[in-house]
């Protein structure tokens, strides 16, 4: 639709060449937020007596990778949520393969500098546990790396906003509530723990749903979801929806909606939550003596 053919409300300018006034006040209003938001983040690097301060640890965002552009895309919009909510704040992406930049490549592009890694991982696993820790080793730059963002309360606020996002019932009656479930679909590790991180966030979900929380996997362990499936509906729960434990699109979140009975949830994604609980960890890293950073179980 052009200009020309705007609906009189749609109309970009009223007559005489002036803005609605709506969207004359709303666009200041955006104007003035960009300028606090940038003379904050001017004044926060500077100290009481004029001095200026040291720039904080850069936060290296470390995710996985994967082949489906959609990964990339949703990872990068993260990034900019975290950018807008501390401004002042180096925010920089690595993968673990399959995109770049790759991590060793961000982290040799911080020369000597502070950083705090963020893995963008749900779970402890091999990747926390070995690939990031040994690629901050080899770095030149000072790194801590952060416990993985899950299990945690943010991720329970968001797996639950993508479940009503698809059509989870905010309200459920006492009947309905007896023949629903939820599984929540993650990726799968072979490490105990990654499991066991799993489940406490099953655990959560199932407090804030009131209904039971089935955690399967797309790989590497069991059950896989549609097991999970299969074992709801033989204790009588044949609406069961599926919560999509992943951070970003991909094959394994396409498959294991694929398997959904009912509903099937968007991956967490760049949900706000998500970026609040990134500087969580970040603060947290930070916070912690050096020698504790290592990943460990986190619920808050």
């Known amino acids: 639709m052009t200009a020309s053919n705007l609906p009189p409300d749609e109309s970009p300018l009223r007559p005489g060449g002036r803005p609605p006034g ?127 963002l899950g299990p945690h309360p943010l991720l329970v606020e968001t797996l639950y906003a993508r479940l009503v996002e698809a059509g989870w019932p905010a309200g459920m009656s006492d009947a309905r509530r007896r023949t629903s479930a939820v599984v929540l679909a993650a990726a799968g590790s072979r490490d105990p723990e990654s499991a066991l991180d799993t489940r406490r966030t099953a655990q959560l979900l199932a407090e804030r749903l009131g209904v039971p929380v089935v955690p399967a996997y797309a790989s590497a362990a069991a059950p896989t979801v549609p097991q999970a499936v299969r074992a709801l509906a033989a204790r009588g729960r044949h609406r069961v929806a599926v919560a999509s434990y992943f951070t970003a699109p991909g094959r394994f979140h396409t498959e294991c909606a694929e398997a959904a009975p009912w509903i099937a949830a968007a991956p967490l994604g760049d949900h706000a939550a998500m970026a609040r609980l990134v500087l969580h960890r970040y603060d947290q890293a930070l916070a912690a003596p050096e020698a504790a950073t290592e990943p460990a179980l986190a619920s808050a």
């Open 22 to 148: 709506g969207a004359h006040l709303d666009s200041t209003a955006q104007l003035m937020n960009r300028i606090t938001s940038q003379l904050g983040s001017q004044l926060s690097l500077v100290s009481l007596d004029g001095s200026r301060r040291p720039a904080p640890p850069a936060l290296v965002l470390v995710a996985h990778g994967s082949r489906d552009p959609r990964a990339l895309a949703t990872v990068r919009t993260l990034m900019e949520r975290v950018r807008e909510l501390r401004p002042h704040l180096p925010v920089r992406l690595g993968h673990i393969e399959l995109n770049e930049p790759l991590l060793p490549d961000t982290l040799a592009s911080l020369g000597d500098a502070d950083a705090v890694l963020v893995p963008l991982l749900l779970s402890r696993g091999y990747h926390v546990k070995q690939d990031i820790p040994e690629a901050a080793a080899a770095a030149r730059a000072r790194t801590r790396v952060a416990a993985p």
